[in-house]
């Protein structure tokens, strides 16, 4: 995937970075927040985070640079869904087992948008999971889910290679089932089995990271399976390079490193 990263060019401007839209909840406001930090540390030009307007207080005080959008219910949503610019869209941290979190999901998986789907949003259809499975696009859709959620929403036999390429050939999105040994596979078959996730990623909040890292670069136009890939190293690369003591919002401060290490090896490669 190194040579898929995405690059700036000396006319680009911020939309032509790509836009990132990360859906807020009105409780567990940390969860996007992270989401929407990590979104931005991967190059994404312009971070929104959708929250509900009871919550908007909360998410104005965080990063100046998020421009806060705010919903009252999934048909508020939908319209913030109509500007063009928006590239990427992550549902899911901290977002609700609720009917309106099924609504936005399925109303934002209709839009011609990356979508990424992670916690609350793949929870919440474990009761009507084919809702989600006719709703998925082929091509533009990453899940990320952990076993317990994985297990909600699919149930395959096998090891973990095998049990993640069915759901992704089952769903036509690519499926990212995470662990010390995180799995990312496409609906083709294609698969990695990441190998430098440390042992200080178990913290709260570093799925909420990941899942807005690949919000990121998806939003700057990588594709669905390469970006959960890379996603994925970059991560375990962060915590490693970090060691002990290492809480989520520490991940997004280190990327930057990180992305210009990656830089310097797609240069030297060329």
């Known amino acids: 995937w190194l040579n898929q990263l995405p690059s700036t060019n ?3 401007n911020k939309f032509k970075r790509g836009c990132a839209l990360i859906v807020g909840g009105a409780k567990m406001t940390g969860a ?16 929104t985070i959708a929250a509900p307007a009871i919550a908007s207080n909360i998410y104005s005080n965080d990063d100046p640079s998020f421009l806060i959008k705010t919903f009252s219910n999934a048909d508020d949503f939908v319209h913030l869904l109509d500007d ?48 989600l499975m006719e709703a998925i696009q082929i091509g533009n859709v990453v899940l990320t889910p952990h076993e317990g959620e994985f297990s909600r929403l699919f149930n395959y036999t096998g090891d973990k290679l095998v049990r993640c ?23 083709d078959g294609k698969a990695i089995i990441n190998s430098n996730a440390p042992a200080n990623l178990a913290t709260a909040g570093s ?4 899942s807005g890292l690949i919000t990121g670069l998806l939003a700057q136009g990588m594709g669905s399976f390469d970006g959960a890939a890379a996603s994925v190293w970059i991560h375990g690369q962060a915590a490693a390079n970090f060691g002990m003591g290492l809480i989520a919002s520490d991940i997004p401060q280190l990327l930057p490193n990180i992305f210009e290490q990656l830089n310097k090896e797609m240069n030297e490669w060329d």
Not at 207 to 210: A, F, K, Y
């Open 165 to 187: 390429r069915a759901a992704a050939a089952e769903t036509g999105a690519a499926v990212l089932l995470k662990g010390p040994d995180t799995v990312v596979a496409a609906p």
């Open 32 to 47: 996007a927040r992270l989401a929407a930090r990590s979104a931005a540390r991967a190059g994404a030009g312009l971070v």
């Open 207 to 210: 799925g909420d990271v990941l």
């Open 84 to 131: 063009e610019r928006i590239t990427s869209v992550l549902i899911g941290p901290g977002c609700g087992v609720n009917q309106t979190t099924i609504d936005i999901t399925l109303s934002t998986l209709k839009k011609d948008k990356f979508v990424v789907l992670d916690a609350d949003a793949l929870t919440v259809f474990e009761d009507c999971r084919n809702d």
């Open 10 to 12: 000396f006319s680009d």
